[in-house]
């Protein structure tokens, strides 16, 4: 999912690609914030934010802490 929120999309587009409810992206979205130290209501933008997280786990080796893997299949 986080890949998704690092590639800009919106969370009804999430949603569809994930075939999910855009209240669970919502959800998971705030749970991988709180994960990753990005409280709400600071002045700035979380989602903007959590993508350097996304690209430090694409780059390091290991297990990711926070997975930002895409989905299998085709996408939009």
Do not use: W, Y
């Not at 999912?1 to 669970?24: D, K, Q």
């Not at 130290?37 to 350097?52: K, Q, S």
């Amino acid at each position: 999912m986080l890949g998704l929120i690092a590639e800009g999309r919106p969370n009804t587009a999430i949603a569809s690609a994930l075939v999910v409810t855009p209240g669970a992206v919502e959800k998971h979205t705030q749970h991988i914030f709180v994960k990753l130290g990005l409280a709400p209501g600071e002045d700035r933008h979380r989602r903007v934010l959590a993508t350097p997280a996304c690209l430090r786990s694409r780059l390091s080796p290991g297990p990711a802490r926070v997975p930002c893997s895409r989905p299998s299949g085709p996408g939009p």
